[in-house]
Every structure is written in C-alpha cells, then in structure tokens.
C-alpha cells in the first residue's frame, strides 16, 4: 500500500489504511471491484503475457469440519464456493476472478477469465481446463495452451489442429513440456495467501479485497 505505483494510478495523494478498507468493503459492489482491479492490472495486460488459471473451493464458514464430526453438527458442502483465477508469473497479480458453486467444473471457466486479455503468450493449467474449445480459445489470442494431459488423452483430432500440436508436443519434448507446466505451482502460493487472509465472518459472506 506504500507503493507510489498505487497513488499514480488511481490519481490520489493519500491511500486508505488497511482498517478502512476492511471496514468498506463489504458495501462495495462485484462490478465496481472489478473495475477497481481494472484498473490496477493494466500494466501487466501487456502483449503476450503469461497467465496461470487454477480453481480452489473456499468456505463460507470458519467451523472446523472434524470438530463438527465429533460433535455430531452438519457439516454441508453447499456452504462451499469455488473461486476461480488467472494469474500472471509476474508478481503473481491476479488478472481476472470468478465465484461460482463448488460443482462448477473449471473448464468452461477459461473463455470469462481471458476475456480482457486480447494477446497472449502462455495459458498454462491442470488438467480440468484440458479440453479442445480451450485450446481453440487460447490459440485465438495468440497464445500457446500447457494443459495437463490426462492418462487417456488422445492427440486424435482432424480439424482441431491446435489440440492436436499441444499433445504432440507434450509428449514428444516431454520434459521442456513439465519444465513450463512447473510453473503453474506459483498459483498455489496465492491460494494459500487469499485463504489465510481473506476469511469469513459470522457465517456471511463478505467481498474480497483484491488489492
């Protein structure tokens, strides 16, 4: 927050502190954070960057779930969400988000996170965005896909060519191809970051703060 970088871009002299922000926003709206976060990344939408996208259920509730085995409580798994990221390497800023139901699969996801992306490099994922569309999607943008390949994944493919190149290319330069993938670890680090930070309160759900 002491960064000038923050004041030169939103166009203030004085930053909030970390209380008022806490404090605020819960009254702030999903668009108005979006455009909020907009702003911030615009730097590092630059031509042909790198992104990571990565999916991690988050709960509504702080109660631990062995406890309430041992006590007999339920415990439910509708008090879940999945939140869903892209991520840049650099610095780790997040780009893009979504909240949808923890059943949602992580696939149909990667068309809304690359949305206001208009060029890019790298789109690197585990293996629930592996799917011909995705390649399609990302090809579209420039960009190469690294999707984890599954055990029964098939490079047969006749008129989707971008599909067909990913999973050549996978398994014949094998070990270039996990040396990229490898970085999709540092995705981790930021869930681990927004979970212990960012919690929730008296069972209610309250907005997140992406700054």
Same mark, same amino acid.
């Given at each position: ?18 209380? &008022?922000?806490?404090? @605020? ?5 999903? $668009?108005?954070? /979006? #455009?909020? !976060?907009?702003? =911030? ?11 990571i996208v990565d999916s991690t ?5 702080? &109660?631990?779930?062995? @406890? ?5 409580? $339920?415990?439910? /798994? #509708?008090? !879940?969400?999945? =939140? ?93 191809f996990d040396r990229i993938y ?15 930070r960012y919690i929730y309160l ?10």
């Amino acid at each position: 927050m002491r960064d000038p970088y923050l004041m030169k871009r939103l166009g203030v002299k004085k930053l909030p502190s970390r209380s &008022s922000l806490h404090r @605020y926003m819960s009254k702030l709206s999903q $668009k108005y954070v /979006r #455009r909020f !976060n907009k702003r =911030l990344v615009e730097k590092f939408l630059q031509k042909g960057v790198t992104v990571i996208v990565d999916s991690t259920v988050i709960r509504l509730k702080t &109660s631990s779930s062995w @406890y309430d085995i041992r006590i007999g409580r $339920k415990n439910l /798994r #509708r008090d !879940n969400v999945k =939140l869903h990221l892209a991520i840049t390497p650099h610095r780790n800023v997040i780009l893009e988000y979504k909240i949808t139901g923890y059943r949602r699969h992580d696939s149909p996801q990667l068309k809304f996170l690359l949305r206001e992306i208009k060029d890019l490099f790298l789109v690197i994922g585990d293996a629930g965005y592996l799917s011909k569309v995705n390649c399609d999607v990302v090809v579209k943008k420039n960009g190469k896909p690294f999707f984890c390949l599954k055990k029964n994944t098939k490079g047969i493919a006749s008129d989707l060519r971008p599909w067909k190149r990913m999973v050549r290319f996978a398994r014949m330069y094998k070990e270039i191809f996990d040396r990229i993938y490898h970085v999709r670890s540092l995705v981790e680090s930021v869930n681990a970051a927004l979970k212990k930070r960012y919690i929730y309160l008296e069972n209610r759900y309250t907005t997140v703060n992406w700054c």
